[in-house]
């Protein structure tokens, strides 16, 4: 280790220095470097911990007590992480280190100053590695006692139970990874929010303003509704304005901590930001975006006249121009100001679009909905996927990005708005609204599209194809999405729906047996399923058989006799109902059993809601009955309850070929977490580490037994996670299909990232 000093200003340091102050800290000193508004700060260097635990003596003993520890075991990974983390705290700061600490303290301000203390993990043999939100931070400190304190709970807070979980998984050697830690001038700041310096989605010169009032963490946590602002680059003018109902701020309290405050009702609608400060931070936002050469995240506060650049990082969702949409070309975006805003919710999938609102309360009223219109509705389910074809865009009053609404929106490449709440009371029948579908908008009256732009000059050469040792497959729910799916290039599918092909006949497979009709039931599934085949020859194609609760058979015919279940999701649905109504399990092997014998070798079936394997072995025992031989095909199950991760060993002694995780399901199963409920949507958590440790689990065994194991639920299109999954040795990803380029370019960045690491581990 390079001698360096236990205290580094921002103004000295450079981003070769990240692995001395970590990313935070690199990104820091790189924008005051470039004369962006930093708050002023130091950093306590990661060099300066590892002379706080050789100097205390305690260093081979905190290391021995974790090279012994079993990381899949709970309860010991819990006591170990208090007994270290105790250690850290137990000994004394050495006097060179608290007096370069609080000499740099006292040359912030004479009397003393408020700051934030921020922890910045990295490793010394992988600069590139993330540990964010593993360690703690604290924010309104003051004074010499509390801000080391402060910076040696940051110290200590490596070795939580999450953290060093983490680090086992990845393989990092716990001697390797340090931590800095950044002391930071605390800004009370009357306004704060997140710029984008271009499009987040499109990647257009609109730099996105969302803001609140108080400290950033209300708008970066979620618990509040911001402001948004859009700022065009182009005539460097404010082009777009929502002004949200912000109901809280959070301020600093006393001389530790921080409060939540309720707003007064002028504050909570009132503008949090003019015109002139908009510009303003666009115009720094422009200077950081040109300084990285990369679109930029930064968080950004305001006190009084002083606008101040709190952090900077790369935006990493931009869509890459080149993958097809819905419709003849790129969703148009209004010029000018969209209007009087109507109602906001959770944009769920990008566009813009107009239209005559049509309220479904019931699945009759899907009759009503024609071509262009739009629909407004409380919740979709399956067995209005006809309606939402048609339509130009969509609005419901509940769910999330994972509900329904969602997820068939973005793969039809129709806007749509999502958890608005009233949409189906303030709108009515017949009137003509827009929805910005990225935003989350509705906006009163039509909005006209302006003239196509010129096809831009093809490229002379297109960019060399990102290979991936890791597949990357596609998720389609509907065979007029299989070109668009196709055309992204994904490694096949890893989730084909069939309950929108039969939902979508609007009678159940019961009706058609009781009615002699169950040739034409079987061959709209195969006409379906094979459409997609087709789009993807050669690949596999993994079609999951009907997973339709009770509650979406009720409305279509033969559906009179459903029961009423009082919480359908628990209930009578996937794999269960088939082994216990045997003519409709029957006629979807039947529509397999022709497509196997057309040839299609590339399609596997899985069963979805399997908590057993019993399930899985009757399952396969009524195919083989039915003429399958199912020692030649491929079969699978979804991992989506608990059960199914914990005994995913004896469903492989069982015969699957394949596992694939849904997770929307696993999610709220494994947290007790309605999915589509508003009112707990902020605690649905894809990597809670209950969640993260089924999925582990599942993947190892699942490696060790040579069974691929793939994923398929939202969770899927999330680089972040899909960067874990692949670190876990995951066989496969399949995502949405918008998402599948920027999942190949995160699939394709972790995998080099390993290779440099085990390079650098064997060198």
């Not at 990240?18 to 924008?31: P, Q, R, Y």
């Not at 007994?83 to 000499?103: K, N």
């Not at 931070?137 to 080391?148: A, H, K, P, S």
């Not at 058979?553 to 109902?577: A, D, K, S, V």
Request: net charge negative; glycine share 8%.
């Amino acid at each position: 280790m390079k001698e360096m000093p236990n205290v580094l200003w921002l103004e000295e340091i450079k981003k070769e220095d990240i692995i001395s102050v970590g990313g935070k800290g690199a990104s820091l000193g790189e924008m005051t470097s470039i004369g962006l508004p930093v708050p002023k700060a130091f950093v306590v260097t990661a060099q300066a911990f590892r002379r706080f635990l050789v100097e205390t003596g305690i260093e081979d003993a905190l290391f021995r007590r974790l090279e012994r520890l079993d990381v899949e075991d709970n309860g010991a990974l819990e006591s170990v992480s208090r007994e270290v983390q105790d250690l850290v705290l137990s000994v004394d700061i050495p006097d060179q280190i608290r007096e370069d600490v609080t000499d740099a303290y006292a040359r912030m301000g004479a009397n003393g100053t408020v700051v934030a203390v921020r922890s910045s993990a990295t490793a010394e043999d992988l600069p590139e590695a993330s540990f964010a939100g593993q360690q703690e931070t604290f924010l309104n400190i003051l004074g010499d006692v509390d801000l080391l304190d402060a910076v040696q709970r940051c110290w200590a807070s490596l070795y939580g139970a999450r953290a060093i979980y983490y680090r086992a998984k990845q393989g990092f050697d716990d001697r390797s990874v340090n931590i800095a830690v950044v002391v930071q001038e605390l800004i009370r700041s009357e306004k704060s929010g997140v710029m984008f310096t271009s499009h987040p989605v499109t990647g257009e010169p609109l730099t996105i303003v969302e803001g609140s009032w108080g400290l950033g963490e209300a708008v970066v946590s979620g618990s509040v509704s911001p402001d948004n602002y859009v700022f065009d680059l182009r005539s460097e003018r404010v082009v777009d304005r929502m002004v949200a109902e912000k109901e809280i701020m959070i301020v600093p309290e006393g001389e530790h901590g921080t409060k939540v405050v309720e707003l007064s009702s002028e504050q909570r609608t009132a503008p949090v930001l003019s015109d002139a400060e908009v510009s303003r931070l666009a115009m720094l936002g422009k200077i950081a975006e040109e300084h990285y050469d990369v679109p930029q995240d930064i968080e950004w506060a305001i006190v009084g006249d002083d606008v101040f650049i709190l952090q900077s990082r790369p935006i990493t969702t931009i869509r890459r121009p080149e993958i097809p949409r819905a419709g003849s070309g790129p969703a148009q975006r209004p010029g000018g100001a969209l209007g009087v805003v109507l109602l906001e919710g959770q944009g769920a999938s990008p566009g813009v679009a107009s239209g005559r609102v049509v309220i479904v309360r019931d699945v009759k009223d899907t009759s009503a909905v024609k071509d262009g219109d739009i629909l407004v509705t409380k919740m979709t389910n399956p067995d209005m996927v006809p309606a939402m074809r048609r339509v130009s865009a969509i609005v419901t009053d509940e769910g999330g990005m994972t509900c329904h609404a969602a997820i068939v929106s973005r793969e039809l490449g129709t806007p749509a708005v999502v958890g608005t709440k009233k949409a189906t009371k303030l709108l009515r029948d017949g009137q003509v609204i827009t929805v910005d579908g990225e935003k989350g908008t509705i906006y009163e009256g039509a909005v006209e599209a302006p003239a196509p732009a010129a096809p831009a000059a093809v490229a002379a050469a297109a960019p060399a194809p990102v290979i991936t040792g890791t597949l990357v497959k596609v998720n389609v729910s509907l065979p007029e999405a299989a070109k668009r799916a196709a055309a992204t290039g994904a490694d096949g599918v890893g989730l084909l729906r069939i309950e929108h092909l039969i939902l979508g006949l609007a009678r159940t497979p019961g009706w058609y047996v009781e009615h002699g009709e169950e040739e034409k039931f079987i061959g709209e599934l195969y006409s379906g399923i094979k459409t997609v085949l087709d789009a993807f020859p050669g690949k596999p194609v993994w079609v999951r058989t009907l997973d339709a609760p009770t509650d979406e058979f009720r409305n279509m015919q033969g559906g009179e006799e459903e029961p009423i279940e009082h919480n359908p999701m628990l209930g009578w649905r996937g794999i269960r109902r088939d082994l216990r109504s045997p003519e409709q399990f029957r006629m979807q092997i039947e529509a397999f059993k022709r497509l196997w014998a057309a040839g299609y070798s590339n399609l596997g079936v899985m069963f979805p809601l399997v908590n057993h394997p019993n399930e899985f072995i009757q399952a396969r025992a009524m195919m083989r009955g039915w003429g399958v031989d199912v020692e030649n095909v491929t079969l699978g199950v979804m991992v989506e309850v608990p059960s199914s991760a914990i005994l995913i060993e004896d469903f492989i002694k069982a015969g699957i070929r394949f596992a694939s995780f849904g997770t929307n399901d696993l999610i709220q199963y494994t947290l007790a977490i309605d999915r589509n409920n508003e009112h707990v949507a902020d605690m649905y958590e894809p990597e809670h580490p209950a969640v993260l440790r089924l999925i582990d689990y599942a993947i190892k065994a699942c490696r060790e037994h040579g069974v691929e194991c793939s994923i398929c639920g939202q969770a899927g299109s999330d680089p972040d996670m899909v960067a874990w999954l692949v670190g876990h040795g995951i066989t496969s990803v399949s995502a949405n299909i918008d998402a599948v380029p920027r999942i190949r370019e995160a699939v394709a960045r972790k995998e080099r990232q390993i290779l440099l690491d085990a390079a650098r581990r064997n060198a």
